[in-house]
């Protein structure tokens, strides 16, 4: 007999279900897939790169450049919240990324000529988070907030 | 007898010093010049490299990577700006410039969550004007349409 999956096995793949950012995310990711070497992945394992321990970010060397990866999981990441902004508001938002060589910088998302999302970058090459619920969390207080001040200031987020 | 300068020759150093915008571009080329290698050159000589014409701009290839001078140049002109909404305004302007591989990007100045200055770069390597006039009166005109954001929506300048 094979062993009964428990609760927390299942859990990824549920939680994903069940948050409308986390799907974002894997969105984006498979939208980037241009030889679709991702098509067979289950959508919990196109998250797993976004968890990173406490223990994992102490490996990561702040010295070096920023991967190329990790830049790109960021970008996806702020895309997400824009598109489920988007999917809200109904206004365009478009997302900057600038980051230097030391993995400083800022992470935009704007409509028209209002920033929904404004957050300061540091140590971007440790980008990740303790665990999905924690990521999902995050984003979606991004979005609710994006959300609150596209509506507030209708007229800005239009220009 | 050596030859009165002609009105031609004078007018760069009487512009620069006639233009607020211009001025402030200066002073940030200065303000990063860590080793005084222009601190004896002209206010007009450190200008010169921003003034591109369309046959030279036609030499500039643009499947190269940007260059990193003509990416400072590019943040030095959008920080004049930043600078000068400042002076106006007194709040606190960021400047935030996202550039691809091909030269494509935004040239972002905010200040809490309101973009003062929102432009597309395009061909960003051939990033130059054809006179210090025409600069300094691009320049003008975004720190004027920056101003006037601010001014009309305060609060969201204020976030």
Known sequence: MSPTPTATELAPALLVDSSPFLKAIVQ????NDAYGTYRN???EL???PYIVSKADKKDIPLEDEI???TKS???AFYRAIAYCIEQETGSLAQVVIDLNHEGFGWALVFAGRLLLVSKTLRDAQRFGFPSLEK???EGEKLVQKGIELAKKYPEVGEL
């Open 135 to 137: 990521m999902s969390a």
């Open 67 to 69: 991967d190329p990866l």
């Open 73 to 75: 999981r960021i970008l």
């Open 28 to 31: 984006q990711i498979r939208a």
């Open 46 to 48: 196109l998250l797993k």
């Open 41 to 43: 992945w289950a959508d």
